[in-house]
């Protein structure tokens, strides 16, 4: 089985493109999913004992706000964070691509945010890169709820620069013009990945 690791920055179109590898019945795991169900279970004491006070006592939840404030306030902490979270969401990746094998799926995607960041490429066979401008990454960022300058500004400051990632990239998809054409681009690397063998799920996640 052929895996294929889905990153981009920020605003770069990374949910869209994930949406058309589903269309094509492949199956993509999710990791920002993955983190909200972790911020309402096996992660929350963990989190609570790194960050006191940036969980909701009555919910049972990490309050996300509170959680992203104290980051700002000291970004040391997302070494923590990472620390706690990475190894809890990687166990759930390897349980979806056994599955995924399992079922005799020819491929499967990771869409992973902080791919790169993480040394990730080594657990994938093929990354692809969606990514746009930066004036276009900004106005859709921006244009999200609760979304300041200063919390684009410290997204950013965590993420690789988008040349960085395009030049690690097996596959680049350009996501600042339509959605139609997007989607084209990854009908055409679905198309030219279709019967490659993989050699990461044996390496990494067997």
Same mark, same amino acid.
């Given at each position: 089985?052929?895996?294929?690791?889905?990153?981009?920055?920020?605003?770069?179109?990374?949910?869209?493109?994930?949406?058309?590898?589903?269309?094509?019945?492949?199956?993509?795991?999710?990791?920002?999913?993955?983190?909200?169900?972790?911020?309402?279970?096996?992660?929350?004491?963990?989190?609570?004992?790194?960050?006191?006070?940036?969980?909701?006592? +009555?919910?049972?939840?990490?309050?996300?706000?509170?959680?992203?404030?104290?980051?700002?306030?000291?970004?040391?902490?997302?070494?923590?964070?990472?620390?706690?979270?990475?190894?809890? +969401?990687?166990?759930?990746?390897? *349980?979806?691509?056994?599955?995924?094998?399992?079922?005799?799926?020819?491929?499967?995607?990771? *869409?992973?945010?902080?791919?790169?960041?993480?040394?990730?490429?080594?657990?994938?066979?093929?990354? +692809?890169?969606?990514?746009?401008?930066?004036? +276009?990454?900004?106005?859709?960022?921006?244009?999200?709820?609760?979304?300041?300058?200063?919390?684009?500004?410290?997204?950013?400051?965590?993420?690789?620069?988008?040349? *960085?990632?395009?030049?690690?990239?097996?596959?680049?998809?350009?996501?600042?013009?339509?959605?139609?054409?997007?989607?084209?681009?990854?009908?055409?690397?679905?198309?030219?990945?279709?019967?490659?063998?993989?050699?990461?799920? *044996?390496?990494?996640?067997?």
């Amino acid at each position: 089985m052929l895996i294929i690791g889905l990153t981009g920055s920020i605003g770069m179109g990374k949910s869209t493109a994930a949406a058309r590898f589903r269309s094509h019945g492949i199956a993509v795991f999710d990791a920002d999913a993955a983190v909200h169900r972790l911020y309402a279970g096996k992660a929350v004491p963990l989190i609570e004992a790194a960050f006191p006070g940036t969980t909701n006592s +009555v919910s049972k939840t990490v309050d996300r706000p509170l959680l992203a404030a104290a980051l700002i306030a000291d970004p040391s902490g997302f070494k923590r964070l990472e620390a706690i979270v990475h190894p809890l +969401v990687q166990a759930e990746q390897r *349980e979806f691509l056994q599955e995924q094998a399992a079922a005799g799926a020819d491929m499967a995607v990771l *869409e992973i945010p902080l791919l790169l960041e993480t040394g990730g490429e080594a657990r994938v066979d093929i990354v +692809v890169v969606v990514s746009a401008p930066p004036e +276009v990454q900004r106005q859709r960022v921006l244009a999200r709820p609760g979304i300041t300058e200063e919390r684009l500004q410290s997204l950013l400051a965590r993420q690789m620069p988008d040349a *960085e990632k395009r030049a690690k990239a097996h596959f680049v998809v350009d996501t600042s013009g339509t959605i139609e054409a997007s989607q084209a681009q990854i009908d055409t690397i679905i198309a030219k990945l279709r019967g490659r063998p993989g050699a990461a799920l *044996e390496r990494h996640w067997s």
